[in-house]
Structure formats: structure tokens, C-alpha cells
């Protein structure tokens, strides 16, 4: 059931990793002397973070392949001028919200019409216990208000499993100075950690929590961001979708916290091979070897897997629809609070091009029939449909428009190049 004629082929650098560039503007930031940042990812959600640091008196330089920050260190922020942009920026918002709660300056988070219906009580509700103050309005969304203040420490059990909210909470308490231990199952992506004790600071962490001890200071960083292997995906799926070619995709992140898709993949059917794998200032990298041809099939993906996936997930819908029989995916409740709802957005855009999707309540069905498919895919102005049906858009006899193309600028501004450039179009 592969698409016929379409050949993917030679090798591609994806853009540094999203999460990670985040983590090191705001590492950077909070540590002591000059950080340097190679790779960095120069997308719109990660000027959004650069901007808030600006904000808050930090000097980051306009973002760029090699980077140097002094940072302002620990106690060194000082109450912003203006308001807080973070744009479509959800890491952003949640991330320096635990910074600013620590910090002791207060600051008003603003956004987006997405970001600002995005649930905001997730980190407001952590940071009250442990002594900030956060104002929110009654949809729990924003402009939401925190006001920093002397911290206390903090044992937080993560329901929704969002490493954003584990890395609000460790970012308040580092920059408060207390002890915070978050208990979380299964685990989400663990890159705040990683990057924390790489600059000296005491964190814990077991399968099921996270301790991480009071620091008084945090050295200065220095890292090259690995490729995002949420980005990678999109090209990991064509290239296993095509009859022909082989896909080189170079020094991805391969953080077992974020290699869902890959083993999903992998289960479908899919030939991939990881090389070279190294480990670089505290991340796993690898080169992802994809090769075509192979029947894939459905499968099923359940709770205990989504963190490793989670962004990924919207893919997985798409590329379900040309996998032999039905696959499955529950447990992902979180999913309709991300940039859209991706289960109503996706399984929606599909239907309406013609394949068989069906939303649950926490996931969806697909059921595969290598369909042809015709229409205009509602994005909804998030990033990561645009190039999941971007995908499906490249594979021949499908005639799919995609309303708001511009939106990979959120993630991944070069996409529709490199995708252009991988199948030679
Ligand atoms: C992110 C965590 C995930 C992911 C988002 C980036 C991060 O969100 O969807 O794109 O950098 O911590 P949640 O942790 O809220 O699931």
C-alpha cells in the first residue's frame, strides 16, 4: 500500500531541536558568566522565549547557528517594562512562568487566540503551592499574571504528565532556591534535566520522580542543539512511505524520551536504522537511516508510550491512513489541548480528503486504505498539521491544499524547502 513512483532520497539536517532551544536560552540565561549555543533553532516559537528573556533584562542576541549569552545568573532578572509575548509558544509561557514565580518579578503572560485558550491552572496551581501568585482568568487560559515571590518547597504529583508543567515547577524552584520533587508515570521528556545537571545542579531522578536540590548557582553552558526528532518525523514518514530511496536524516536527537515515533514506525513495519550514536553535552544523538518500499501495517499505541510521542501523534493519524488495517491511539487526551485539538483536527481534515478516521474521546482509529486524497486541509493555524498533511500532500495522486501553509514558521521555517528537496519536486 505505498504510493507509487515517489522516490525520497540523499540526506537532510533538520533544524535543532524545539524543546532543547528553549531550555538553552533560559539555562543560559540563569547561569553564571557566557554560555555558547550552536544550532540553535531560529523559529518563531523560540524568538518568543528569546523575547521574554529580553524582557526580563537579559541580553540575548539576535538568534543565529553560534550564539554566545552572558547570563544575569540566578537572582539577576529584574521586573519587565511590558508585557510577555510568548506568541503560539506554549514551552515558552509555561517554562518562564516557573522562572518568573522564582525569581521574585512579576510578570503578564500574553499570547496568541491559541495560546491564550491553552489550560494555564496546569502550572498556576504548583506554583500557589509553593508561594507565587498567579492570576488567570475564568477560562484558566490568558493574559495570566505572576507574581514571584520567597518560595517554599514543593512535592507535586504531574497528572497530566506535561514535561512542561515538571519544568515549570524545577525552574521555579531553582530560581527560588528550594528543593522540588516531582512524581510523574509514565515519564515525560527529561531534557530539563538533563541540561540542569550538565550546569552543576543536583537532580535526582528515578522512574517515577524527579528531586532536584536547591543550587546557589548554575554554570554556564555549552551545547550544540541536536536535530528534533519531532521535526525528523515528518521525512522518517515519507521516506518509509515511498516505493523507492533511501533518507539520511543527520545527528537527531535519539533521547529515549522522544523516540515514540521511531519504535511506532519501526512496529508498522517501517526499516530504520540508527548510526553513529553519540552522546553530546548530556543528549543522545544518532544519524536515522529510513528506507522505502516496505509494506506498512497498523498497530496499536497506548497510554505508557504518548510522552515519547506526543507531537508526533498528528503524523501517526496521517500516515495511519496507507498502513494495512486499523491503528489506534489512546490515551492521548492531551492532545486536545495543544496548539489545536489534534484529535478533532486531524481525524476532521482526513475525513474530509476522504480517508476513514474516527475520533474517542482520548485518541483515534484509523483504518488504512491507501485512499487518494482530494481537498483543503483547516490547520487551524497549527504548525505541526500543516506538515503532517504537508507529507501526505507529496505523495503522488493526492491534490491536497493546505489553508495556512505560513505556520511552519512555528517550528520549522525551512520545511516546504526541504521537503521540496528530499523528493527532488
Ligand atoms: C514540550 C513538551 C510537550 C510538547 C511540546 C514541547 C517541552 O508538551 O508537546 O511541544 O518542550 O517541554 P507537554 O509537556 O505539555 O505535553
Not at 491507501?370 to 493555524?381: D, E, I, K, Q
Amino acid at each position: 500500500m505505498t504510493a507509487t513512483r515517489l522516490r525520497v532520497a540523499g540526506e537532510l539536517t533538520v533544524p535543532g531541536d524545539k524543546s532543547i532551544s528553549h531550555r538553552s536560552l533560559i539555562c543560559s540565561a540563569l547561569g553564571e558568566g557566557t554560555s555558547r549555543v550552536r544550532s540553535i533553532l531560529q523559529s518563531a516559537d523560540v524568538h518568543s522565549t528569546a523575547g521574554v528573556l529580553r524582557a526580563l533584562g537579559v541580553r540575548v542576541p539576535p538568534l543565529g547557528d553560534d550564539i554566545t549569552i552572558e547570563g544575569v545568573g540566578l537572582r539577576g532578572l529584574r521586573d519587565p517594562a511590558s508585557d510577555l509575548d510568548c506568541g503560539n509558544s506554549g514551552t515558552s509561557t509555561r517554562l518562564l512562568a516557573g522562572v518568573v514565580a522564582g525569581s521574585g518579578v512579576t510578570g503578564r503572560f500574553v499570547g496568541d487566540a491559541s495560546l491564550s485558550g491553552r489550560p494555564m491552572r496546569r502550572i498556576a496551581r504548583p506554583l500557589a503551592a509553593m508561594g507565587a501568585t498567579v492570576e488567570l482568568p475564568d477560562h484558566g487560559g490568558l493574559p495570566m499574571t505572576v507574581r514571584g515571590a520567597a518560595l517554599r518547597d514543593v512535592e507535586w504529583v504531574n497528572e497530566t504528565g506535561s514535561a512542561q508543567v515538571k519544568s515549570c515547577i524545577m525552574f521555579a524552584a531553582l530560581c527560588g532556591g528550594v528543593e522540588a520533587k516531582i512524581i510523574e508515570s509514565p515519564r515525560s521528556r527529561d531534557h530539563t534535566e538533563r541540561m540542569l545537571a550538565s550546569q552543576g545542579v543536583d537532580v535526582w531522578v528515578n522512574d517515577e520522580s524527579v528531586l532536584l536540590h536547591p543550587a546557589s548557582r548554575l554554570a554556564p553552558l555549552d551545547v550544540t542543539v541536536p536535530g528534533d526528532p519531532s521535526s525528523a518525523a515528518f521525512f522518517a514518514a515519507l521516506a518509509a512511505l515511498a516505493p523507492d530511496g533511501e533518507l539520511l536524516l543527520r545527528r537527531v536527537c535519539v533521547n529515549e524520551t522522544r523516540t515514540g515515533f521511531l519504535a511506532a514506525l519501526r512496529e508498522m513495519g517501517g526499516d530504520i536504522e540508527l548510526l553513529d550514536r553519540e552522546r553530546l553535552a548530556g543528549e543522545w544523538v544518532a544519524d536515522v537511516a529510513v528506507k522505502g518500499g516496505r509494506m506498512l501495517r497498523g498497530i496499536s499505541i497506548g497510554r505508557e508510550a504518548i510522552p515519547t510521542l506526543i507531537d508526533e501523534l498528528p503524523l501517526v493519524a496521517c500516515l495511519a491512513a496507507y498502513a494495512e488495517g486499523e491503528t489506534r491511539v489512546t490515551g492521548a487526551e492531551e492532545l486536545r489541548v495543544k496548539e489545536s485539538d489534534r484529535i478533532a483536527v486531524v481525524v476532521g481534515n482526513l475525513r474530509a480528503l476522504g480517508a476513514d478516521a474516527d475520533e474517542l474521546p482520548d485518541g483515534f482509529v484509523v483504518r488504512g486504505s491507501a485512499p487518494t486524497l482530494r481537498g483543503r486541509v483547516v490547520t487551524h493555524a497549527d504548525h505541526r498539521m500543516a506538515m503532517a498533511f504537508g507529507i501526505l500532500g507529496a505523495l503522488p495522486g493526492n491534490e491536497i491544499e493546505i489553508d495556512d501553509r505560513a505556520c511552519v514558521a512555528v517550528s520549522y521555517p525551512a520545511f516546504w524547502n526541504d521537503l521540496s528537496a528530499v523528493t527532488g519536486s
